[in-house]
């Protein structure tokens, strides 16, 4: 079956603008989870959604950063006025409960690659 | 505040077993042992976990010590396909979040 998908894969952006990172994730799956990975580091949590709401946000640098999963399933992530240290790879991960969350596996999508210039 | 030591880097022989160690001396009761992989250019993969027993699957087997303070991740017959960073990762029940170090590069060399 279709893993998750994040559209687009690579986006180079000036500093200053503003970007959009989209997320699909697996059909069914309620749970879902932002991370940020710059290079040579592992992945960092930014934020984590059960449903359409935002259960936790802790991990969100600052307040350029902004995200939505208006309907439960599509997750966009959004960030304002880009600077240069926000460049790393943005990953997505679904999983589909928390009623054992000792279980829950997450599925990771490829990431996108951020570039401010 | 790494609650997971592992070696920056090893290397294996294709077609032999991978030990890979993992310390997590200040693990609680009710943390799990979590190992997740990320080939290069992908997201990570999940490939075992455990509470105190060893565990198999098809993947890899988790050795964990009796006082819970380290584990070893085995790949039994490591193929090339198996270069990748492979994540230790503690983890307490109930919790979502997945908390990466750096992790242990591993070259699979034929």
């Known amino acids: 079956g279709a893993g998750v998908s994040q559209t687009p894969s690579n986006k180079v952006t000036e500093k200053g603008k503003y970007v959009e990172l989209r997320c699909d994730p697996i059909?069914?799956?309620?749970?879902l989870y932002w991370y940020r990975q710059s290079l040579g580091q592992g992945p960092e949590f930014l934020i984590y959604f059960q449903g359409t709401g935002a259960a936790d946000d802790s991990g969100l640098p600052n307040d350029r950063f902004f995200a939505v999963r208006p309907e439960g399933s599509v997750s966009t992530l959004k960030i304002q006025r880009t600077e240069r240290g926000d460049s790393a790879v943005y990953l997505c991960a679904s999983s589909s409960s928390l009623r054992r969350a000792s279980m829950d596996e997450q599925f990771f999508g490829p990431g996108t690659r951020l570039t401010v210039l | 505040d790494a609650k997971t030591t592992q070696p920056t880097s090893m290397d294996c022989a294709e077609g032999r077993a991978a030990n890979l160690p993992c310390n997590h001396s200040?693990?609680?009761?009710?943390?799990?042992v979590y190992w997740y992989r990320q080939i290069h250019s992908q997201g990570p993969q999940y490939i075992i976990h455990?509470?105190?027993n060893n565990e198999t699957n098809e993947m890899a087997s988790l050795i964990i010590t009796e006082d819970r303070k380290s584990s070893t991740l085995i790949l039994p017959h490591a193929t090339l396909r198996d270069t990748a960073v492979y994540y230790c990762i503690v983890r307490v029940a109930n919790d979502y979040k997945l908390s990466f170090g750096a992790g242990t590069t591993v070259t699979v060399r034929a």
């Open positions: 059909s069914g799956h309620t749970a």
């Open positions: 455990g509470l105190k």
């Open positions: 200040t693990i609680s009761g009710n943390e799990y």
